[in-house]
């Protein structure tokens, strides 16, 4: 049986990113380059997480972790990844816009699924046996999956900013007992991974 | 000039308690026993932050911490804590109804401000001058204390649970920027600690 994973980066108050995303700003408004600063500022710190991140077998992620666009697809848009994305496995996209599979280069294929989140999981269940699949963002996906029940691991990156305003991870998430399995204090920010106890 | 700090348990999903609080359930309904299992189960492994809590010059609570009642006051309500509270040290309690203050055994003291945040916060600077003054909670008397700019170090102890519906920290409060002083991870819980940069 797969085992299900999500990493996050949230600020303090619980937001996964702010107000009005758009192309130019995928996180929105407000200081939300906090929560990516240990990624970028720290990478050598930070290397097993960042290895954790992309080391899953499939990955699944929202319509707007992979672009901008909404409505009918643009078929120039190829993710914000560039030629080579750093996934190097399938990646499933909800959607509600059909769309041929996307083979880039490094071996990221991403495949449009039109069926919801159970229909993504099976599909990356299908593709990866025992493996590891992670939900790879946003907020609002990772909502629903931990909202169904499919979430078996999640590690939460709080970072030290407050946003006030923005995607808040677990809205409409019903109460999860969890086990705290694993904290990783880094200089801007702090991993704790945690069991979803069922 | 006195310190202002702030030290509160949170759920993962950023509840300081649960829904219907009363004199049975002071943090509500849910899983909310999972906030302060740390406290309770395993104090030796925090007796740091727990001698950090109680450890301040002068505390300032919301009317809810200190009690149940609403409206008038009932004079033998005496607060949670028996007749030897853990503080041994000067309380406001924020509240709309005047009371005289309650010198309770130990060195506690509770006083009643009618004055609001910073009516409080000016009679704690008179008493401790250049000493810690503690923000004890709960979230909503937190959040007028964020809000209005007057906290400089903020502790979250982040626990093993969503709760999905309660009192939410940071509800109200616009967005702070912060920086991640110390970390203390434990086996329940993870205590972070924030200054909050002005």
Do not use: C
């Amino acid at each position: 049986m797969a085992f299900v994973t999500a990493a996050i980066s949230v600020s303090a108050d619980g937001y996964a990113a702010g107000i009005n995303l758009s192309a130019d700003k995928p996180f929105g408004d407000g200081p939300v380059d906090q929560l990516h600063r240990w990624m970028f500022e720290t990478p050598d710190e930070n290397k097993e997480i960042i290895d954790e991140l992309v080391g899953a077998d499939a990955f699944i992620m929202g319509r707007n972790m992979f672009g901008p666009i909404r409505g009918e697809w643009d078929l120039s848009w190829e993710g914000w990844w560039g030629p080579e994305p750093p996934y190097h496995k399938p990646v499933y996209v909800l959607t509600h816009h059909a769309r041929a599979d996307l083979a880039m280069a490094g071996g990221t294929t991403f495949h449009f699924v039109t069926g919801g989140i159970h229909d993504a999981l099976d599909q990356a269940r299908a593709a990866t046996g025992d493996g590891t699949i992670a939900i790879a963002g946003g907020a609002a996906t990772l909502n629903q999956f931990l909202a169904a029940g499919l979430v078996d691991q999640l590690t939460l990156t709080v970072t030290a900013v407050t946003l006030g305003a923005g995607q808040r991870l677990f809205e409409g998430v019903p109460s999860l007992r969890l086990e705290q399995i694993k904290v990783r204090p880094v200089s801007l920010a702090t991993h704790i991974t945690y069991r979803v106890v069922r």
